[in-house]
């Protein structure tokens, strides 16, 4: 292949950078917890070692090999965490070692080592909590397989044979076991590689395999293909391919060469198919076709509606660096005379004074570090897909004049890197991305130094290369910038083994090896290790113990069994049906204790609300017998047990934060606040700033401190912030109306949070009179301003200010002014009339509107009633559905006739489960057939 003598002139670098990698990771993988997502997967593991099959004992959302290769390691190894942990660090250092391999071979100097320096940089990390590497999620082993398989096909292409090609269906085999859109891609990559040898005697029939496979990846995004996924996936892919197979044609062997279609293509879906029908087989035995095709596979499940998170894609961005890369690519070669070479000196120098000079002014709120972060991110998300298309476009036009075998690589490189990069789709977050970038990473050295090395005839040829050095360093220390946060964390973990760690202490728990911090960024890991050391007291191995909403790694460090398939809530994930099989398997297998979280943490914090019919069989039956900070533990109001009462949560503890001054901003001791979640404290600089701080903090200060009271403020944090009314001409406007729609989704939603009990109405909540609010809520036209405002009128307990305000809005309503309506609803007495016209509302809002309904129907149950009739005779099945659910909460037996009619004649399967669902748990006298309730 091209590029041996680069490979050659320092074979060892790759290995000396893999070992580099595994000492780091290896020190990392000591530190933090995530207490959901990490539980989540090690305490699947740890059912399926405990005989559990996936699919049948419990809801999993990927394919067995993961589970069942986890499950060994605990089996051989023991139940611990540093078990599962350990493998990951093999894993990276592979990741890195086979990245660093990879761009090696084409690259050279500082380049080689920024793909593999961005591979370790660019992983998300929370420094005061958890790195998210450490998390064994399948994807960091489809990474190492998928960088396997590329180094496979390249060797096979190098020296063609049946086996090369067929371990490359393997490889890819086995990442489908482990993530199966991963393998998909993955199969993809293979085929159309494969495809090459045969381009030229069987062009048509290559052109439409490889359509067929483009065609198959171009179905997974069939929901989003032409929106902005098409275009930063597919297009790519595509451009790739037509690269990859137009360069085949004319330049990848000796024309005369015979090569046969079925060796390279036929081993690639032989190796695949060898390593994969076996168990699919046996899964089909055991499931069936359809819960195969479902729960297995995840095909026609809408699952990835459901996970979508939009790619954070900038039109603006893209052209400007798409203009930008023309004029780059363009310019050199008019540039000969002396002056035009000076000409593209200053036009460097000058688009580099451009840059810091933005780089300087531009508004910092959270620090120059978070700045430059979050700076890399977001031009990342248009430079990755960019670089795909310059890259496969070079190929296609042979502008860069490589030789064949330099050519190869690049165009197998790019075809490789956008394949790989699908498997960001469909929840396209910066984590997501970074870690379906691997190869992209590589890509963007390759355009980089393409453009340098054309740039560098306007200067002579040493300091050209000089020119070319300087430049990657660059990108390298940008690059180390961006790991700070993690070098931070590695240098702590160090000093504590070297005993000079202060700032970590050990996670007291037995089967963790884990480091925590001291302060309060560590009190929520450091009371949650005390429940679990709480329940093993009290002899809570081997019974029942359920966790809501993502706490299952309770059941693994304590050794509890999970009475239901699912331990992990979402909201949405699971559905109102499975929350129901839960609630029955609850009925079945009553656990001793229940462990909730209250507040639940922010991915969760809608949580309790979605899964109101958990919720209310939950408070019925179970009381708080022990908090330990956020953490509830429940048992049985039947239960003789007695502990002490519940303590105050957490989140308001006193600290030592330093007094706030009127003339300037403390960025530490917001942080700090940030951290510690003290509602009080920032309450307190909240009304400084909006009564002596405005006007003369710094914009990005004031930015700061607005994010922060939306984070985490409270009632009075926003009583300040309303009485400090912001035109929108100010440059802190979008701030300050943001803070107060966050603050108004905390205040609806904390109300929900198990244990919280009735609301209490505190009428002197504002400074501001309410004909003053309700004038304000009247002619406001900012959604997140008048949520606020209707949630300050609803907090308030006056109901005649509510009507007021409810007759303000207009009839027909969009999704927030119907939010609007439901909050202030859910404060009075009567008003069934308005709730009809919300009904079509509940499917759009799960996690708010049913809730609302639910909170209003407690003190109008003979009203409610009326509203789930009328729900369950409604045109869309979806309201149907939730309105069968909510007859549970409001729990009139008068539904019971109305449930009867729809289990038996709806026309869907979901509503007549829902319907057959509550009449079961209503105990009511008609009890439905099995047969009504078949899907």
């Not at 079925?262 to 690639?268: E, H, Q």
């Not at 000079?357 to 972060?373: F, N, Q, R, T």
Request: net charge neutral.
């Amino acid at each position: 292949m091209g590029g041996q003598a680069r490979s050659q002139s320092a074979s060892w670098l790759p290995y000396a950078i893999g070992l580099g990698a595994f000492v780091y990771f290896g020190v990392l993988q000591f530190y933090g917890v995530n207490l959901g997502e990490e539980g989540a997967t090690v305490y699947l593991f740890y059912r399926t070692a405990h005989g559990q099959q996936p699919y049948v004992d419990f809801i999993s959302g990927y394919t067995p090999g993961y589970f069942y290769f986890h499950a060994s390691l605990l089996r051989l190894f023991g139940e611990h965490l540093s078990v599962v942990r350990v493998p990951l660090v093999v894993v990276h250092a592979l990741n890195v070692l086979l990245l660093a391999r990879v761009t090696r071979s084409i690259a050279g100097g500082w380049w080689a080592a920024a793909a593999s320096l961005a591979y370790a940089a660019l992983l998300p990390i929370v420094e005061t909590s958890e790195c998210s590497f450490n998390v064994p999620y399948p994807a960091w082993y489809c990474i190492c397989l998928f960088l396997a398989g590329y180094m496979t096909v390249r060797s096979a292409l190098d020296a063609p044979n049946w086996w090369r090609w067929s371990l490359a269906g393997l490889l890819a085999a086995a990442s489908f076991s482990f993530k199966p859109n991963s393998g998909l891609f993955q199969l993809a990559f293979c085929a159309i590689a494969a495809l090459a040898p045969s381009v030229r005697q069987k062009p048509k029939v290559t052109v439409l395999l490889a359509a067929v496979v483009l065609g198959g990846m171009a179905l997974v995004f069939r929901y989003h293909l032409m929106g902005v996924s098409g275009f930063v996936f597919v297009l790519p892919t595509v451009l790739g391919t037509i690269a990859w197979l137009e360069w085949a044609q004319v330049a990848l062997r000796d024309p005369g060469e015979k090569h046969s279609l079925l060796v390279p293509f036929g081993a690639v879906l032989a190796g695949f198919l060898g390593g994969t029908l076996p168990w699919l087989a046996m899964w089909w035995w055991r499931l069936g076709i359809e819960r195969l095709w479902r729960e297995v596979l995840f095909i026609d499940t809408g699952y990835e509606q459901y996970f979508y998170v939009p790619y954070a894609w900038s039109w603006a961005t893209f052209g400007l660096l798409a203009v930008a890369a023309w004029l780059v690519w363009r310019l050199p070669a008019s540039m000969v005379a002396a002056r035009d070479r000076w000409a593209g000196g200053a036009m460097l120098g000058a688009a580099v004074a451009a840059l810091g000079s933005y780089a300087l002014l531009a508004p910092k709120p959270e620090g120059w570090e978070a700045a430059v972060v979050s700076a890399v991110q977001a031009q990342l998300y248009v430079l990755l897909p960019l670089s795909h298309m310059i890259l496969a476009l070079l190929g296609r036009n042979r502008a860069s004049g490589e030789p064949r075998e330099g050519a190869e690589q690049r165009l197998l490189l790019v075809l490789g890197a956008t394949c790989l990069f699908c498997s960001a789709y469909p929840r396209s977050d910066f984590f997501h991305v970074a870690y379906a970038a691997p190869l992209s990473f590589v890509v963007c050295v390759v355009v980089a130094e393409i453009f340098v090395r054309r740039w560098s005839v306007l200067f002579s040829g040493q300091a050209g290369r000089r020119v070319g050095s300087v430049l990657a360093a660059s990108v390298v220390v940008l690059l180390v910038v961006c790991a700070l946060p993690q070098l931070r964390t590695w240098a702590s973990v160090v000093g504590f083994f070297a005993g000079r760690g202060e700032s970590l202490e050990w996670w007291d728990t037995e089967r963790a090896a884990v480091l925590i911090r001291r302060d309060a960024s560590g009190r929520r890991q450091a009371n949650f290790a005390r429940t679990a050391r709480w329940l093993g007291a009290q002899s809570a191995k081997g019974q029942w113990l359920f966790t809501f909403p993502d706490l299952d790694l309770l059941g693994f460090l304590v050794g509890t069994p999970h009475p239901a398939r699912i331990g992990y809530f979402k909201s949405g994930w699971p559905n109102h049906r499975v929350e129901a099989e839960v609630i029955d398997s609850l009925e079945q297998r009553p656990p001793r204790f229940v462990v909730t979280e209250s507040p639940a943490s922010l991915f969760f914090f809608d949580a309790p609300a979605y899964f109101f019919l958990l919720k209310d069989w939950i408070e019925k039956r179970y009381r708080v017998a022990e908090q330990i900070g956020s953490f509830q533990v429940w048992v049985s109001k039947d239960s003789s047990w007695v502990g002490p009462q519940p303590k105050d949560k957490l989140g308001n503890a006193s600290a030592s934060v330093p007094e706030v001054q009127t003339g300037s901003c403390n960025r530490e001791a917001l942080q700090r606040i940030r951290q510690e979640q003290n509602a009080s404290e920032i309450a307190r600089w909240v009304r400084t700033w909006a009564t002596a701080g405005f006007g003369s903090w710094d914009l990005g200060c004031s930015r700061l401190l607005l994010r922060v009271a939306g984070e985490i403020g409270d009632w009075s944090a926003g009583d300040a912030l309303a009485a400090r009314r912001l035109p929108r001409t100010s440059p802190l406007y979008d701030d300050w109306a943001g803070a107060l729609w966050n603050l108004a989704l905390r205040g609806v939603l904390l109300e929900f949070q198990l244990g919280a009990g009735e609301p209490q109405a505190t009428s002197e909540r504002t400074v501001l009179d309410w004909e003053s609010i309700l004038s304000w809520y009247g002619e406001e036209d900012d959604a997140r301003v008048r949520l606020y405002l209707a949630w300050l009128i609803a907090a308030s307990g006056n109901e005649s200010a509510a009507r007021a305000a409810l007759e303000r809005l207009p009839p027909q309503l969009a999704p927030v002014e119907a939010l609007e309506r439901a909050v202030l609803l859910s404060s009075l007495r009567g008003g069934a009339e308005a709730w009809f016209s919300l009904l079509p509302h509940m499917p759009k809002m799960p996690s708010l509107v049913p809730a609302l309904f639910v909170r209003w129907a407690e003190r109008n149950q003979n009203a409610a009633v009326e509203v789930v009739r009328a729900g369950l005779r409604d045109e869309n099945a979806a309201v149907r559905e939730i309105a069968a659910y909510l007859a549970v909460p409001v729990g009139r037996r008068e539904l019971c006739v109305d449930l009867q009619g729809a289990a038996s004649r709806d026309a869907r399967g979901e509503v007549r489960f829902a319907a057959a669902w509550a009449q079961k748990t209503l105990a009511c006298s008609e009890p439905c057939t099995s047969a009504a309730v078949s899907g």
